[in-house]
């Protein structure tokens, strides 16, 4: 029974997730703590190491979440469920690719889909980024925080530096602030 709950609940996450692994994580997150799968916080957790390991952070998720549910079996039905409607999407979206690319529906529809995929990132930085409750949303680790990433904003946009450069000059920053 599990393992068609995990089956059932990432093909749904999968089919009505758009704008990458990070929108998804507060549809993942709502299913799990639904179906009482794993705590908030070792959600969270899951989250991070998710985000450090190779690969999109959705489907690390799920696999995490499904071998926390039900051992390996959970991890490869959780995987199968949230990539399979990408596949199935890609597919078909693929053999009518030439007929729909000039179609102003599809632009226009991706477009309306900008500002709720970027209001499901900022909201799950903001839940990730202040987990821990006893951590002051006003605060002067928020300001550095927040100047850090606003730096990072602009030399990676007017300067284009590489994301990789400002993610290890970031480290180094947020080390010599934190600790």
Same mark, same amino acid.
């Given at each position: 029974m599990v393992l068609w709950e995990l089956f059932i609940t990432f093909l749904k996450i999968g089919f009505m997730s758009f704008g990458g692994g990070y929108a998804m994580i507060p549809i993942i997150q709502h299913e799990v703590e639904q179906h009482e799968w794993m705590t908030t916080e070792h959600f969270a957790q899951s989250v991070a190491t998710a985000?450090?390991?190779?690969?999109?952070?959705?489907?690390?998720? %799920?696999? /995490?979440?499904?071998?926390?549910?039900?051992?390996?079996?959970?991890?490869?039905?959780s995987t199968i469920g949230i990539v399979l409607p990408s596949l199935v999407i890609v597919l078909i979206i693929s053999s009518f690719f030439y007929k729909i690319v000039q179609s102003k529906a599809v632009h226009t529809t991706f477009y309306g889909l900008r500002p709720i995929v970027t209001g499901l990132i900022?909201? %799950?930085? /903001?839940h990730f980024g202040f987990s821990d409750r006893t951590q002051q949303l006003f605060s002067w680790q928020v300001l550095f925080t927040l100047l850090i990433a606003a730096g990072v904003f602009i030399v990676v946009y007017k300067y284009k530096w590489h994301p990789l450069a400002t993610i290890v000059l970031s480290a180094l920053v947020g080390i010599a602030i934190f600790s």
């Open positions: 985000g450090m390991a190779p690969g999109p952070i959705a489907t690390n998720t %799920a696999t /995490i979440i499904g071998y926390q549910a039900d051992g390996i079996l959970g991890a490869i039905i900022v909201y %799950a930085a /903001i």
